[in-house]
């Protein structure tokens, strides 16, 4: 697979507090990548490395294949656009005048880019409207055109959704996978709101007090918190056997545990268990959503 961004080893200390301890993360082209971990957890010390605003103590991470000892990371940095704590832009500008200083500050030949980037955010009906006077969610998507006024193939946001109402969270989502499915760009998004990242990554790192505890692609989530009926028989041959002639879709797990994932009617398995002489010991279903699969992650991680 390629990887636009891989850290191996990732450290950083203050003094003796290890902010990130050993850190491995690959983030996959063309993904979107929901970094999860509650609060001092070292998600935006990972960015503010990445971005090169501090240096590790140990370790090292790679941009494109770049090593960050490289003088080449300078160059690699350039594809990154970040949005990093609160977005980069001077409330008293409007989101134009904000825009025209960003491409300055990049040494930009021309501002002909500006009209499409604000439509691109929805910002184009913003007039002489000052930062100041924006929205949360609007100041949220001229930090993002900010961050992509260099043309970058890699968008990092540090914890989008904080503070939205529910409309901002919905404007950055529909922005974000625009980004992603249109532009192809790669978007590494920190989250601990497990609900929302679930509508949009199709990559997770699960992160805990400076270390990788998980590294997982949605599809495979999904299939480890599929929803099933977990069923206990005194008789796994006659329920293989029921399960079959119903249509159900199943797994055995032992000589006395299934897994059924069609939706099933009871009163109906039941009755044609019966008839098998097959006794049902237990029945209940098993439903792991994003939020308790990571719940489950750190409570293993927490007894390592
Ligand atoms: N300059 C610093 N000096 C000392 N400790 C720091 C410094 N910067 C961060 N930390 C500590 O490192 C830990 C990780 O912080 P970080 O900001 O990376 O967490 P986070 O996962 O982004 O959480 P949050 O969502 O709260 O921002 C925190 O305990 C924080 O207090």
């Not at 203050?14 to 850190?23: I, P, Q, R, T, V």
């Amino acid at each position: 697979m390629d990887y636009i961004l891989t850290t191996r080893a990732l450290s950083k200390h203050y003094s003796h507090f290890k902010a990130l301890n050993g850190l491995s993360m690959h983030v996959p082209k063309g993904s979107i990548y929901g970094f999860v971990g509650k609060n001092g957890a070292g998600k935006t010390t990972l960015i503010r490395l990445i971005c090169g605003l501090q240096n590790p103590t140990s370790g090292d991470y790679s941009l494109y294949n770049i090593s960050n000892g490289s003088s080449a990371i300078l160059n690699a940095r350039r594809r990154i656009g970040a949005v990093v704590e609160t977005p980069s832009i001077y409330l008293n500008m409007t989101a134009e005048e904000n825009l025209k200083q960003q491409y300055q500050i990049l040494g930009l030949p021309s501002f002909d880019g500006i009209p499409d980037l604000l439509k691109l955010v929805g910002l184009e009906n913003t007039g002489k409207k000052k930062a100041k006077n924006f929205s949360l969610g609007m100041r949220q998507r001229l930090g993002i055109a900010v961050a992509l006024a260099g043309d970058p193939d890699f968008l990092v946001l540090d914890e989008p959704a904080n503070g939205l109402d529910p409309q901002g969270i919905i404007e950055i989502r529909e922005l974000i996978l625009k980004l992603n499915h249109e532009r192809q760009i790669t978007v590494l998004i920190s989250s601990h709101i497990l609900d929302e990242l679930s509508r949009l990554a199709t990559h997770y790192g699960f992160i805990d007090r400076g270390h990788m505890v998980k590294e997982i692609s949605a599809r495979d989530l999904e299939a480890a918190c599929r929803k099933c009926v977990q069923i206990k028989v005194s008789d796994i041959q006659a329920l293989s056997r029921v399960l079959d002639n119903m249509g159900l879709e199943y797994r055995i797990l032992s000589e006395s545990q299934a897994d059924i994932y069609s939706e099933i009617n009871v009163t109906r398995l039941s009755l044609a268990l019966v008839q098998e002489n097959c006794e049902i010991l237990s029945l209940h279903e098993h439903d792991e959503s994003l939020e308790s699969y990571y719940m489950n992650l750190l409570g293993g991680a927490s007894h390592e």
